[in-house]
């Protein structure tokens, strides 16, 4: 005879099994869906998200969650992770639920054709309908309190504004200083001329493989916005390519393979369940830009990375592996903050992180944020945004409603920099297995010490448990201090 527990799990086992279709249905969408079938698709995700709304809902969740026992340490966390659902779901009236997967569906479409064309004014209506029913969600999550905290669980459960203010706050004056040293010392090359895309994919496919990607159970394909979709068993990814920067086809890929390393590395014996996904956004982003940065942007590895280029695209005017390391880190004016170089990252997260504080506050309108934008990127950055696709409409975020989100790329580099410590400290003949484009002593210590883990733990408590001490900015700061002081000579 079932337990409580039992079909608690069968249905909640059901439940995540149609998530992973609804996401099949984004991956599509953003890849290979035909352009006139935009309006169709947003009723096909209204319909799905009416359908796991109404689970996630169900009466009999919450009896049995009522009845069930944990017996073990990760039955606890199931439940803990169920009724953080369960809970969060009846606050949510089921026709908004609906209604915010229908609009952004739709929103998504408007949101391109306007950046195509370098036209907020064409998009700001629709945002303002994504940023309404965000906040009528965020009022009914808060319960009286702070409606931003209550979005932000979505991404960082237990984070909030007031402690990431304080995080960030102790970012800013030192990457500012650190910015300001190196945009005023000697730069190194610049890569110029042109690079085959095939190639660039066609290269882009084996650095997958050699950081641990499993192509049999995944796929590499093209997007205007590179992400990872999926999970255990079925971990998709999309880069894009730009015939003057290989490095932006390289990168990306390496980005979306941590998070889709982190996936697919989680224990099988999760599959479909609450653990059997990343516990968080900061966290996964730990793993993305520690494959993309720590491991990927390292000395070591560029040296590999510097030969696998010459094959793949001939001499291409930097010949000495030194060099390239600094061309690879090299730190650039630039608006679009997924093509930023680690200096400067954190700064265009810090700038949507406190913008979309306020348009959930309702302190800043829509018809106001191109403006607003504009005038802090200025301050911020030292020069004017000159069109909207390099400014406010180059995220795709805000259009699908994923307010709350911003604040986990910098809390996750902030992991990242202290899972790179420990990782050193763990691994002390690391530089020369990267030279060699090894890199699976570094990403088998983040598998066992983090990614198998899955949800089993909170956001803090994995980052903890794996570095043996309490995440903090420190780290991060003495790596972006070391390394470029070192590139740079400041």
């Known amino acids: 005879m079932s337990t409580a527990y039992d079909d608690l799990m069968a ?190 994919m066609k290269l882009s496919r084996q650095i997958a493989k050699i950081f641990g990607y499993d192509m049999s159970r995944g796929r590499v394909d093209k997007a205007v916005h590179p992400f990872s979709s999926g999970s255990g068993n079925d971990v998709r990814i999309t880069t894009r390519t730009n015939p003057a920067d290989p490095f932006n086809c390289i990168y990306s890929t390496i980005h979306e393979v941590g998070h889709a390393a982190y996936e697919q590395n989680i224990d099988q014996a999760y599959l479909l369940t609450p653990l059997g996904r990343g516990v968080s956004m900061s966290v996964h982003e730990s793993q993305s830009r520690i494959y993309e940065n720590q491991l990927g942007r390292s000395r070591a590895f560029t040296g590999w990375l510097h030969g696998q280029m010459v094959d793949a695209f001939g001499a291409f005017g930097i010949d000495d592996p030194d060099a390239f390391y600094g061309t690879v880190n090299r730190v650039n004016r630039g608006y679009i903050r997924t093509e930023s170089d680690e200096v400067q990252y954190n700064l265009h997260v810090l700038l949507r992180f406190d913008l979309e504080r306020q348009l959930i506050a309702g302190t800043l309108d829509v018809a106001d944020l191109e403006e607003a934008w504009n005038t802090r990127f200025e301050a911020d950055f030292g020069y004017a945004v000159d069109k909207a696709s390099n400014g406010v409409l180059q995220d795709v975020h805000w259009s699908v409603g994923l307010f709350g989100y911003f604040a986990t790329y910098s809390l996750g580099n902030v992991y990242a920099g202290c899972l790179h410590e420990a990782l050193r400290a763990a691994v002390p003949d690391l530089d020369a297995q990267l030279a060699a484009g090894d890199t699976s002593a570094a990403t088998g210590w983040l598998r066992d010490n983090l990614q198998r883990h899955g949800g089993l733990y909170e956001p803090r408590e994995v980052i903890e448990r794996a570095c043996g001490f309490a995440p903090n900015e420190g780290p991060l700061l003495a790596y972006l201090e070391a390394k470029f002081g070192e590139i740079y000579g400041v």
Request: glycine share 10%; hydrophobic share 40%; aromatic share 6%.
């Open 11 to 200: 249905f909640t086992r059901e439940t995540e099994a149609l998530g992973q279709i609804a996401g099949r249905l984004g991956w599509d969408q953003e890849t290979t869906m035909p352009r006139g079938a935009a309006a169709q698709r947003g009723e096909e995700m209204g319909a799905m998200e009416g359908v796991l709304h109404a689970r996630r809902m169900d009466p009999r969740v919450g009896e049995w969650l009522e009845a069930a026992e944990a017996k073990d340490t990760e039955a606890k966390a199931h439940l803990r992770h169920i009724r953080r659902s369960f809970e969060r779901a009846s606050k949510v009236p089921g026709d908004l639920a609906a209604e915010l997967a229908r609009t952004t569906s739709v929103a998504q479409g408007v949101w391109a054709e306007a950046r195509a064309n370098d036209d907020f004014a064409a998009f700001a209506p629709t945002l303002g309908r994504v940023l309404d029913l965000r906040r009528q969600e965020g009022a009914a999550l808060a319960d009286g309190g702070d409606p931003y905290d209550a979005l932000l669980q979505d991404y960082e459960p237990g984070a909030t504004a007031a402690d990431l203010d304080a995080m960030f706050g102790a970012l800013r004056p030192r990457l500012v200083d650190l910015r300001d040293k190196v945009l005023g010392a000697s730069a190194p090359a610049e890569l110029t001329g042109t690079f085959d895309e095939s190639a660039q």
